[in-house]
């Protein structure tokens, strides 16, 4: 069964710093991979998805993720962090319903993520 | 604005009343789904919609739960006779056939729901 687990609850980096949040999954197949981040009582925003390609994956607000498939990671980085990127960050894998032959996301618990000036 | 938007943002109920909520997906987009997140958890699938019809539904939609979506278009979420329980965000999202082929969602802001 497809899962995601994200180890930490909480990263902690100054501003200016680069971030990294954890991912990793288990898929059967090929994984479909995407990143959301979520504000203070405000819904969903995608940044990111890897499909297939360059496992480097360039994505929305300067972020961007390393596919890893022998690590089964998919870790999402930043080079340099600002406070503004303090928010809940989501990973998430495609579950494909071969019997409705559509697609739902497996979401893992979220990590913290906070950028202190 | 073009995005899924959801009505109420937020709802205050007393245990045993029934509530529902309103999604309103981006227009060309004829997958629609909920999922439900409590606090310090990541979403968790509740239902799917292709058009009109109702193709899953978690285990975790009890029978006090009901979704529909007669027009294909915008979906209403029903909890009756609500329990403590039930509080949570609940969060639509949309998806095209050509993003839902890769499997990427657009959520609206969600409905916070809780119930006293």
């Known amino acids: 069964a497809q899962s995601v687990a994200q180890p930490e609850d909480q990263v902690n980096v100054a501003e200016g710093n680069p971030l990294t949040v954890k991912c990793t999954y288990s898929v059967s197949g090929n994984p479909y991979l995407f990143w959301y981040v979520q504000y203070p009582n405000r819904g969903l925003q995608f940044l990111l998805k890897y499909i297939t390609g360059d496992n480097l994956v360039k994505g929305s607000y300067g972020f961007e993720a390393e596919f890893n498939k022998s690590q089964t990671s998919f870790h999402l980085k930043k080079p340099s962090a600002l406070v503004s990127d303090s928010a809940l960050y989501f990973c998430?894998?495609?579950?494909?319903?071969?019997?409705?032959?559509?697609?739902?996301?497996?979401f893992g618990a979220g990590t913290r993520l906070a950028v202190h000036p | 604005d073009t995005g899924v938007s959801q009505d109420p943002r937020h709802k205050i109920t007393k245990r045993g009343q029934n509530v529902t909520f309103r999604c309103d997906p981006i227009?060309?987009?004829?997958?629609l789904y909920w999922y439900r997140q409590t606090l310090g958890q990541g979403p968790e699938f509740l239902t799917y919609f292709q058009n009109e019809a109702q193709l899953e539904k978690s285990r975790l939609l009890s029978d006090r739960f009901s979704a529909e979506r007669p027009k294909g278009s915008f979906s209403t979420l029903e909890i009756q006779r609500t329990e403590q329980g039930d509080s949570a965000m609940y969060l639509c999202?949309?998806?095209?056939?050509?993003?839902?082929?890769?499997?990427?969602?657009?959520f609206g802001e969600g409905s916070r729901l809780t119930v006293l």
């Open positions: 998430a894998v495609r579950r494909v319903m071969f019997s409705g032959g559509y697609n739902k996301l497996i």
């Open positions: 999202a949309s998806s095209s056939l050509y993003a839902g082929s890769t499997g990427e969602l657009f």
């Open positions: 227009s060309e987009h004829n997958r």
